[in-house]
C-alpha cells in the first residue's frame, strides 16, 4: 500500500509561481512512477507531468517549458514546481503512483490550485 498527500495549492495571479509537494508513505521502494495529473471543473482528469525512479520525466505539452517536477527519494517526496501560471491552469492537483508488481495506481486527495486573471 502506498499513501500519498499532496501540499502547496493555493490561489496565485497569473503570471507567477507556485509549488507543490506530495509524500508517499507505505511501500514506497514499490513505486516506479510517480506524478502529477490535474483536474478541472467539467473536465476530465489530465496527466501534468510524472517522473520515474530513474529521474525520467515526461510532461504534458501545454505544461512543458513551465512546469518542473522533480523527486527526492530518499525523502519520498515529488515536487511541481509552476512557474508562469495561466488561469487555464486552475484545477485540482492529485499525486499519482504507479506501482508495476502490483499493476495498482494511488492516487492523493488533491490540492486546489487557483490562478487568477
Known amino acids: 500500500q502506498v499513501q500519498l498527500v499532496e501540499s502547496g495549492g493555493g490561489l496565485v495571479q497569473a503570471g507567477g509561481s507556485q509549488r507543490l509537494s506530495c509524500v508517499a508513505s507505505?511501500?514506497?521502494?514499490?513505486?516506479?512512477?510517480i506524478g502529477w495529473y490535474r483536474q478541472a471543473p467539467g473536465k476530465q482528469r489530465e496527466l501534468v507531468a510524472s517522473i520515474s525512479n530513474v529521474g525520467t520525466a515526461n510532461y504534458a505539452d501545454s505544461v512543458k517549458g513551465r512546469f518542473t517536477i522533480s523527486r527526492d527519494v530518499a525523502k519520498n517526496m515529488v515536487y511541481l514546481q509552476m512557474n508562469g501560471l495561466k488561469p487555464e491552469d486552475t484545477a485540482v492537483y492529485y499525486c499519482?503512483?504507479?506501482?508495476?508488481?502490483?499493476?495498482?495506481?494511488?492516487w492523493g486527495r488533491g490540492t486546489q490550485v487557483t490562478v487568477s486573471s
Open positions: 507505505g511501500t514506497t521502494h514499490s513505486i516506479s512512477v
Open positions: 499519482n503512483a504507479w506501482v508495476p508488481s502490483t499493476l495498482r495506481t494511488y
